[in-house]
């Protein structure tokens, strides 16, 4: 119980922190508005750290079920606890949207911008386009999974600073190939607030995408799957 527990409060934290600073900079009236890119980048790399921080000396702070399943499909995890950290996942989620919501509810009052407003719970493409959304979403993830396990690989001897790196991991991936699609690279990140969207009492808002996402929901397991199993067939080669 402990784990899931450490998973739910670990997602909760990064969906907060992240989700916090995109609302600090899109809606109305907040001291942030208009920080721009590199602000919501950065504010979620520092989120995933402190997650990780917090979190990871129980269940190992996967805060993300392509985390979770990329891992079990390479046998450094159970996958009997697969269910369990998932769902724990997509519930932090969505109690991270509804802190963020509650925190600027005033400005979600004074926003009228409906896109903004989603933007702020779940991600959505630049330019729409189904397999080529899949490909950024499944190459961003990929190289999560790399950048984590070869961050936490015991030949690096990283030790307390693997959460830093981890955090600087997803500020690159954001800044880099994060335009196209937001960077969702985290099922539990996109699945959860946007059914928090759905059902939050929003003035104004539009409806929460959901032709869109299965996207960020489908791509980052694949993408998962494939960064580790491309590790792990590197490690055997180096090793």
């Not at 030949?155 to 997803?170: H, R």
């Given at each position: ?37 590199i602000a919501i980048t950065a504010g979620w790399g ?82 729409s386009g189904s397999k080529w959304n899949i490909v ?36 690159s991936i954001g800044l880099s190939i994060g335009g ?60």
């Open positions: 119980m402990g784990i899931y527990l450490a998973e739910f409060i670990g997602t909760m934290i990064l969906i907060l922190l992240g989700n916090g600073v995109v609302a600090n900079i899109v809606l109305s009236k907040s001291k942030g508005n208009g920080g721009g890119w520092f989120g995933v750290t402190v997650a990780v921080y917090v979190t990871g000396w129980v269940s190992g702070a996967h805060i993300n079920p392509a985390v979770t399943v990329a891992l079990a499909s390479i046998g450094v995890f159970d996958w009997s606890l697969v269910p369990g950290y998932v769902v724990s996942q997509v519930a932090g989620g969505f109690a991270g949207a509804v802190l963020v919501y509650l925190s600027y509810k005033q400005h979600y009052d004074e926003t009228d911008d409906a896109d903004g407003i989603l933007a702020t719970f779940s991600t959505g493409p630049a330019i950024t979403e499944t190459i961003g993830t990929a190289v999560l999974v790399i950048g984590i396990m070869g961050i936490t690989n015991s030949n690096n001897n990283v030790g307390p600073m693997a959460a830093l790196l981890v955090g600087v991991l997803v500020w196209p699609t937001g960077y969702a690279i985290n099922p539990a990140r996109d699945l959860g607030p946007r059914i928090a969207h759905t059902l939050l009492p929003i003035e104004g808002k539009r409806d929460s995408d959901w032709a869109y996402a299965w996207i960020p929901v489908v791509a980052p397991l694949v993408g998962g799957v494939l960064g580790a199993q491309i590790f792990s067939a590197c490690l055997l080669i180096w090793n």
